[in-house]
Each structure stands twice: as C-alpha cells, then as structure tokens.
C-alpha cells in the first residue's frame, strides 16, 4: 500500500544549505523555494520546443499503457525498458507539431495518464499512423474548399515529421534525461534561468542540470542511481513519483540488466507487479508523490524510484555529488567490465536486450583504464594520496577468482536456479489443476 512522505514548507527567505539536504533521510518536497525562478516556472512544452525549435535529439516514443498498441507488444505486467522503446530523432518543432495534433484531437483525455484506445482504425503501416495521416490530409482538402487543394502549412510540417507515425492516442514521447549543455548551448538565457542557489549550490545553473520534456503518460521504470542524490524540479503539468526505501531493496528484485551506468533496475512492473512471480513485493511500502509546477523534490541515495508524466510536463534535475560516490565508481567500474565481456561473446538477440541504447560497451583495455581511474581517485579520497600502481588483465582475474567471490557467486546463481524450478513447478501445478498448457 503506497504511503506519504513529510511535505516541507521552508520560508522562502530562510537558506537551505546542502548539509540539512545530505541529514534528510526520506524524500522531501519543498514548495516556494523556487519562486524567483520567474523565466523557468513558465516552461510547458510548447514553449521549450519553440525555443529550442530546429535543435535535434533523440526522442523515446512507446505504447501508452492500455492501448490496443501496448496490448499487441506487451505483457500488462511486463517492465517497459529502454531496450522495449523505439528512439526517434527529430527536433523539437517536430515535437511541438506532435503536441499539436495531440491536442487538436483531444488524446488523453481521460483521467488515466496512461491513454486510452483511439476510434480511428487503421488499414495498415503503423497501427494507425496511415489513417491518422490520412485523416488529416482529408480534413485539409475540405478546409482549402477542394480535393486538389494544397496542404496546409501545417500538414506540410506534419508530412515531414518523422514523429507522426506515433499517434498520440497510442504513445507518448519522451526528450528525456537531456543534458541542459547539449541541447541548450543556442538558448543560454535557458541556461541561466536554472538557479540551484536557493538550495546551498551558488553557481550551479543549468549547466550542472538536465531537462525532461515530456508527453501525458511518459515514464521511467523503477530503478536507483548508483551516484550521489537528486534535486528535482517540476516546472509545469503534474508527475508522479513512487519512491521505495533502500530496505526494500531485495523485494524490488534488484537487475543491471539492461545495463545503463550508474542506473540499477527493478525486475517489477510497480503498477501492475505479477505477485506469484515476485511475491517479496507485497511488503514492500512505496510511497507515493504527486509533483506540481514549483514543486522540488529532494530524493535521497539509493531510494528506488518510478515516474509517471500524469500530464504533458517539464520539469529539470540536478544530481549532488557524494563523498560515497568514489566508492560507487569502482563498483561501477567492475559491473561495466563483467557486462562488457559477457556482451562481447552474446548472441546479436541478447545484445539488443542486455543494453541500453544509450550505453558503449567498450573493449576490455579500456575497461581496465576506466577501472585504474576509478580505483586511483578512491585511494585519493580515502588515504589522501593518489595510488601510483596500475591494474592488469591479471589482476582483474585474481579478483574475480578469489575463493570468497566465487563462492558467493555459485550461491547465488544455485539460489537463482531454485527460484526458477519453483517457479516452473508453480506453472505445472496449474496445468495440472484442469486447464490445458
């Protein structure tokens, strides 16, 4: 059963230093800390895109939950990954274009963020995205008085727009985790607009931040950052966060797969959780919170977290270093080498699946660099001086191999064995029960 967490209400002239952030143990929201950010509180959607306008990046587009679309390629308890998403490049007057003929047609429009089936029918090509296309041409035609008329300009933009094939009462689109530096370098005043200096951080703007921009029902699965804490800010629409402690985290079913640095998945659909495969779960306590515009949320190491666009939202972060955080590196460091190399010798079906799209898997030369990096900043951190030695092919297998590691490796992977033959006798108990296989 999803639980609240305390809602502080700071003075807005009272300063928040980053020591009362690093002391709180659970999730906070705070409210009215961000009122002087008078430019970035008027970001929707449609203003960040016409800013950015001919700017391209990536774009995440998937099913919205529930739509006969969805229901053709997925499980209802299945986890949506990045590796289940398409990537679309385009622009952000693209996305605007899209956010245009969404509202023109009144998609979403329900309560349920996560979308509704659409009425228009499909007579082929992408469920959808021909007869939507189709639709509109016609609608243009008799708007310009005959069928030989020319398209409107805005049917003209819309035929070009790599993101019409997604109609938006079947999917949503993400501009999701964007380095403000990256796809802000020609707006600076964006930039500037982003003021962490009400939170203890004088001089960290939106060059230390990163913007999320995205449609109703756009969502990311649950997981925990491996590096340092979160402040988050929602500038416009609603977002719904469901937290998780960091006890909690054996009943998440914790996965590096897909792989994605720093990022540690839960094997759960937290929404739609199948409890006779992970029955841990039921005792897990989420707790839940709904994110409005001026909303900052303060999220804590390691809590679990999945967010869900309630509507069309733009909201940016910024992730605060941690003295833990050399430590993490290391770990991270070996997690990135024993995926690698297990990657290298997998099938071309697997690789597709074990990473995210937005990951390199490097060769293990550079594996071991990255890790004698990672080990020499440790030692710096922790004996304060650096570690003058270096890390071999060797080395590395000395460590993998050691009694110890081994021994908990055949552990986990015997326990893991178990789990399965449990979970097929389960699946033969019930076919067994009168239904048919």
Known sequence: MASSFPVKHWPATDAILPSHLIQLKNPTIFQGKINSWDFARNWVPELICDLL???TTTFKVCPLWGT????????????????????????????????????RTHAGSTDDPRGADS??????????????????????????????????????????????????SQYWVYADYKYMTEVCSDVPELLCAIDWSVFGFP???GTQSTLWVGSRGACTPCHYDTYG????????????????????SAKLYPSRLPYEESSVFSSINVESA??????????????????????????????????????DSVSVNTWLELPSDDNE????????????????????????????PNEVIFPLEQNIQLLCMALTQAAAS?????????????????????????????????RRLGDGNTDAAKEGGANEGGASP
């Not at 804490?229 to 909690?248: H, I, M, R, Y």
């Not at 080498?337 to 995210?356: A, G, I, M, P, Q």
């Open 68 to 103: 006969r679309t969805y229901r053709k390629q997925f499980e209802e308890d299945q986890v949506l990954f990045e590796t289940d998403c398409q990537f679309v490049e385009a622009t952000f007057a693209d996305f605007r274009a899209w956010l245009g003929e969404k509202a």
């Open 382 to 414: 922790q004996h304060g001086s650096g570690w003058s030695g270096s890390i071999t092919a060797e080395d590395l297998i000395a460590a993998a191999t050691d009694s110890d590691v081994i021994e908990l490796m055949a552990s986990r992977l015997l």
């Open 229 to 248: 804490c979160n402040l988050v800010a929602q500038l416009s629409g609603k977002k719904k966060w469901t937290l998780f402690s960091p006890e909690d």
């Open 203 to 205: 001089g960290r703007d």
């Open 119 to 168: 009425n228009v029918s499909s007579t082929g090509g992408d469920d959808g995205a021909t007869a939507c296309v189709t639709a509109q041409h016609q609608r243009d035609q008799t708007h310009e008085g005959s069928r030989d008329a020319p398209l409107t300009k805005k049917a003209r933009l819309l035929s070009g727009n790599p993101l019409i094939r997604y109609p938006p």
């Open 329 to 356: 590196r290391v770990k991270e460091a070996l997690v990135r080498t024993l995926v690698s190399t297990v990657f290298e010798c997998s099938d071309e079906n697997s690789r597709s699946k074990w990473v995210n």
């Open 53 to 55: 306008g001919e700017k």
């Open 274 to 311: 199948d409890l006779s495969r992970h029955p841990n779960f039921a005792t897990a306590t989420a707790y839940e919170a709904l994110l409005s515009p001026g909303d900052v949320l303060y999220v804590p190491p390691h809590w679990w977290h999945y967010v869900q666009c309630m509507e």
